[in-house]
């Protein structure tokens, strides 16, 4: 029996669960591309810093978009349909073109086409990455997504410590990244440069992505505490009715067993 591909959602998909290959080859590949389509956000900074694509901005892009092209040919080669696999991921193709168009763009100060085109780039990044992660949204899943906050939250500090001349210290970097990601806007440290500002469009949209999920996973374990709440009544009082009718048949047992006694 053919192994079909599992449901899909924002343009992706996984193998299904029935393909154990598959899956763990998906497995594998997750981490290694997260990490590199993290890099990249740092690498649109690089380059907009810069003014001009640096050879570490272009590798990034490049590592990216080869890590996200061999894992998809490597995890549909072990379906039954790898081009049905493929066809199901088209998110991930068209990030793949995107990554390999920002290393060859021209310099986002020079060019508002190749700014746009990269900021999209990086938009779908971070839809890529949330995606990856929303199989943490478990109650086993929350102490890997607390960390994951905690880690945006540090990464964030590092960006604002760096691209903001106001931003004196990585802990005022991480008390501005938690006030932007939270939309709190405290205001008593605000971004002022344009690179500092497009930052906290991606720390705004990051932040709503990784507290959505922490919150997501709290409410499943709330959800998941109370159902098997209802699960234990309801064998409880399963088991009492099996113990009623067991007791009920003994009865009759033992009721039939006197009728057919001789007088």
Not at 98 to 120: I, Q, T
Not at 162 to 174: H, I, Q
């Given at each position: ?7 899909r ?25 997260l ?68 290393a ?13 085109g ?22 086993g ?10 880690m ?26 938690f ?11 605000v ?57 009920e ?15």
């Amino acid at each position: 029996m053919p192994h079909r591909i599992s449901t899909r959602s924002w343009g992706l998909s996984r193998p299904s669960q029935l393909n154990t290959a598959a899956t763990h080859a998906e497995q594998r590949w997750r981490w290694p591309v997260l990490i590199a389509l993290l890099c990249t956000i740092p690498a649109f900074y690089i380059e907009l810093i810069e003014s001009l694509p640096t050879p570490l901005a272009i590798a990034i892009y490049l590592v990216a978009a080869g890590l996200v092209g061999l894992s998809l040919w490597r995890v549909g080669r072990l379906c039954s349909h790898p081009q049905q696999y493929w066809r199901s991921n088209m998110l991930d193709l068209v990030l793949m073109a995107g990554l390999l168009a920002s290393a060859l763009l021209p310099p986002s100060a020079e060019s508002g086409l190749a700014l746009a085109g990269r900021l999209f780039v990086s938009l779908l990044t971070l839809l890529r990455m949330v995606w990856a992660i929303k199989s943490w949204v478990t109650r086993g899943g929350l102490g890997y997504l607390l960390l994951l906050a905690l880690m945006v939250l540090l990464f964030c500090g590092v960006g604002f410590w760096v691209l903001e001349p106001r931003v004196k210290t990585p802990a005022d970097g991480m008390w501005l990244a938690f006030t932007t990601a939270a939309t709190v806007g405290y205001g008593d440290i605000v971004p002022t440069t344009a690179a500092a500002k497009i930052f906290s469009v991606f720390v705004v949209l990051l932040g709503y992505a990784v507290l959505s999920l922490v919150t997501a996973a709290i409410a499943a374990m709330w959800v998941e505490s109370t159902e098997r709440e209802v699960e234990k009544d309801i064998l409880r009082d399963l088991h009492a009715q099996l113990r009623s009718v067991h007791e009920e048949l003994g009865a009759v047992r033992e009721e039939l067993r006197q009728l057919k006694r001789p007088d």
